[in-house]
Each structure stands twice: as C-alpha cells, then as structure tokens.
C-alpha cells in the first residue's frame, strides 16, 4: 500500500514535470510567434516604403494635373485591389466587415491621397518625402493619447533624430518650396499618422477594403474638379502602373500597421523620406543637396535603431 502510494506520488511528480515542460514550450512559441509576427510587419512596411518612394516619378513625370492622376490612379487602384480580394478569397472579409474603424480610415485615406499627390505637383519631391518624415512624431502622440501606448526613450530620441533631419533638409531648401504644397505635405502626413493608429488600436480592421473605398471615393471630386478623359493615351499606360504601384504599397502597409506599434510603423516608412529623392536625381537628374543627404542620414538612423529591438 505504501509503495503504491510512493508510486503514485512519483506519478504526479512526472505529469507536474511534464506539465510545467508543455506550459514552457508554450510560453517560448508564443513568444517566437510575437517575434515573428513583428518581423514580418517590419518587412511590410519597409516593402511599403520603397514603393511609395516611387511615386514622385510617377506624378512629376505625367503633364496631367493632380485630379485627373487622382481619378485615373484611384480608379485602376481600386480595379487591381477588387481584383487581389477576390482571387485571395477574401473579397466579402475585406468588404462586408469593415466598422466604423474601416470607415474612419477611408475618409483619412481619401484625404491623404488627395494632398499627397497635389503636393508633388505644386512642391519638390524631397520636400514632401521629408515633410512626411514627421508623421513618426504625429503618429506616436496620438497613439500614447489614444491608445495609450507607452512611448520609449528610445523611440523618442529616434523621433528626434527623424525631425533634426527633416529640419536640416528643408534648411537647405529654404525660399524654394512652394508654401501650399508644403502644407498639403504636411496634412498627408498627419492623416497617415491617424491612419496608422486606426489599424494599431483596431487590428481587424481590413486592410484593402479601406484603401480601395478611399480611391472610389475621391473620383467624384476628381471628375468635377480635373478633366481625367483628356488624358493622353501614353500617360494612361503610366497611370495603369501607377495604379498598381500605389494598390500594393497601400495593402502592404496597412497589413504592416497591425503587427508593430505605431510610432516604429510610422518610422519605419519614412524610409521613404530618403529614397525619394535619389529616385528623382536618378530618373530628373535633380541632384539632392548637401543638406538632403546629411539630413536623410539622420532619419535612417532613427529608423534603424527601432529594428533593434526586433533582434
């Protein structure tokens, strides 16, 4: 009898141990998920920011006037995201669920699209890359005050070094932009700040739906305030591949946006800031200045640094 009990009691100890194994594996893959699921929000908005840092060329090098690249992108965006959904399946997820939150993100959507490409038209393409580059400082205020997520001293010296660059490089621009354009930039980085928020405090939210009503959107006004069919034929096939450019870059940082807090999100895009420009020295031969690339160093700094803690 007492050995049986000393039999069961070792039992116990073995099904405990095994217990408290399984609970640890758990706890380890849990956290390997957390990692992974953050990496791959990383790399979906660094994917994000190299395609958007295209869109300069995309605008400054079509003769039509904002509205009428509006209507035409919105439209041939929208078509190749409807397209994406339903081949994926997820047309009806994307679509019939969107929320308030959904909603909410297509009228901040719309309204930064318009004042983006408007602002490429008036201003230079470093000023608006650079000028977005404070949407890291915009997103995460609204984020500690909505959120309530905790702002780091490390990610606020990140911000930091991301608005000394942007401060270098407008300096050395000083007298050349055009002060419309600069405020368009400006109200395009804001709404991209709340945007990500949006997704950071409502990750299920859908990420196409939004971006693809926010093009739809935008092409009343754009039909009534542009002329879009006198759009020659030549710079209609550009606008096709516009279209596909902006869709992708747009599905691949609102995916992005769920996995990572919304200040590194923010940071992480502006790599766009600068990537711009060289790509407009490479395809207009407009040669950034000295303080462009001083400033642009300073802002991959910051951005680097908020990869560290992925590691």
């Known amino acids: 009898m007492v050995q049986n009990n000393k039999m069961t009691e070792i039992e116990r100890v073995k099904v405990s141990m095994k217990s408290q194994d399984n609970h640890g594996d758990l706890v380890i893959d849990a956290k390997d998920h ?33 509205w009428d690249i509006i209507f035409w992108r919105g439209l041939f965006s929208a078509g190749f995201t409807i397209i994406w959904t339903v081949k994926r399946g997820t047309f009806k997820k994307n679509f019939y669920n969107i929320g308030g939150s959904g909603w909410a993100a297509v009228i901040i959507g719309a309204s930064g699209s318009a004042a983006f490409i408007s602002a490429l038209k008036i201003t230079s393409i470093a000023n608006v890359s650079l000028i977005y580059a404070a949407a890291p400082l915009v997103a995460a205020l609204i984020a500690w ?26 300096w050395g621009s000083i007298g050349e932009a ?15 700040a709340i945007f990500m928020v949006i997704y950071r405090r409502f990750p299920n939210t859908p990420s196409a ?79 950034p200045a000295q303080a462009t690339w001083v400033g642009g160093a300073l802002i991959l700094i910051a951005v680097s640094s908020t990869l560290w803690k992925s590691k």
Do not use: Y
């Open 34 to 66: 957390a990692q992974k699921t953050h990496l791959n929000g990383v790399l979906l908005i660094m994917v994000s920011a190299v395609v958007f840092s295209t869109v300069g060329i995309f605008v400054k090098g079509i003769e039509a006037p904002a």
């Open 145 to 170: 005050l909505w959120v309530g997520e905790r702002v780091t001293f490390k990610m606020f010296l990140a911000c930091l070094f991301a608005i000394m660059g942007v401060g270098i490089i407008v």
């Open 178 to 192: 055009n002060l419309l354009g600069d405020l368009l930039a400006f109200w395009m980085a804001f709404s991209m």
């Open 209 to 287: 739906g939004p971006v693809v009503l926010s093009s739809l959107l935008l092409l009343p006004f754009a039909f009534i305030l542009g002329n879009p069919f006198a759009v020659p034929l030549d710079e209609l096939a550009i606008l096709v591949a516009f279209g596909v450019v902006f869709a992708v870059a747009s599905v691949t940082f609102t995916e992005g946006a769920k996995r990572v807090p919304s200040g590194q999100a923010a940071l992480l895009s502006a790599l766009e800031t600068p990537l711009a420009p060289i790509f407009a020295w490479l395809v207009f031969a407009e040669f």
